[in-house]
């Protein structure tokens, strides 16, 4: 995952506010000025932590996405849909038929 990461930074193609994505979350937590100031016990850690949190999550799910090699394919194009395709692409939807 490390070299794809890299790679995935390096990219011309991939999105500059994609590859910022990270890098502004560190920002807002070392930034003073917050949603929820600091100085409040648990809860002014809990939006940097939720901050940070994100940030993470889509950043490993763009570099898990990333294909270096794939040309024309933006991570938008990929159906998200979690319906089930065939090589073509449509849908394979399940019937209640059985099958007999």
């Known amino acids: 995952m490390g070299t794809r990461f890299f790679h995935y930074v390096r990219d ?3 999105g500059t506010w994609r590859k910022l994505a990270g890098l502004l979350a ?11 100031p ?8 809990l939006d940097d932590l ?7 999550l889509f950043m ?3 570099v898990q996405r990333y294909r270096p090699g794939a040309s024309d394919v933006s991570p938008d194009d990929i159906p998200g849909d ?3 395709r065939d090589e073509a692409g449509h849908p394979r939807v399940p019937t ?3 099958h007999g």
């Open 60 to 62: 490993v799910r763009e």
């Open 82 to 84: 979690g319906v089930p």
């Open 38 to 45: 600091d100085f409040i016990p648990v809860f002014g850690w």
């Open 96 to 98: 209640l038929r059985r």
């Open 26 to 36: 560190v920002l807002y937590f070392v930034s003073p000025v917050d949603a929820v």
């Open 50 to 56: 939720g901050v940070l949190s994100a940030a993470a």
């Open 12 to 14: 011309p193609k991939v």
